[in-house]
């Protein structure tokens, strides 16, 4: 199984939005069953984790740098963990991924993906000009 990023490609100014969503490629894989993670790699540096959700436990987390601008959310019905983008600054740029992430007993997620995880797709272009 696959979870897969779509919504980003072209350019966006500074200060542009954009929503992202994450999907499985498979049918069974019911994504709010899992902690579901977003990350990011800018060119030439690590992948990144920028925000998670365990929506049965309506838990989200967010990494520093996109507090306040990013919204994560869960849609049941379309099985997919979404990604709003606000503000978007140049730093933002980057291939956008989402994966299962590590979680605790007491229903947090946290910006990590499970160790067994390797189906990483393609993920999906930000490009946000200057």
């Known amino acids: 199984v696959q979870l897969q990023a779509s919504g980003g490609g072209g350019l966006v100014q500074t200060g542009g939005s954009l929503s992202l969503s994450c999907a499985a490629s498979?049918?069974?894989?019911?994504?709010?069953?899992?902690?579901i993670g977003w990350f990011r790699q800018a060119p030439g540096k690590e992948r990144k984790g920028v925000a998670c959700?365990?929506?049965?436990?309506?838990?989200?987390y967010y990494a520093e740098s996109v507090k306040g601008r990013f919204t994560i959310s869960g849609d049941n019905a379309k099985n997919t963990v979404n990604l709003q983008v606000t503000d978007l600054k140049p730093e933002d740029t980057a291939v956008y991924f989402c994966?299962?992430?590590?979680?605790?007993?007491?229903?947090?997620?946290?910006?990590?993906?499970?160790?067994?995880?390797?189906?990483w797709g393609q993920g999906t272009q930000v490009t946000v000009s200057s």
């Open positions: 994966a299962p992430v590590r979680s605790t007993g007491w229903g947090e997620c946290h910006l990590s993906p499970l160790r067994e995880w390797s189906s």
């Open positions: 498979a049918s069974g894989f019911t994504l709010d069953y899992y902690a």
């Open positions: 959700i365990y929506y049965r436990h309506d838990y989200t």
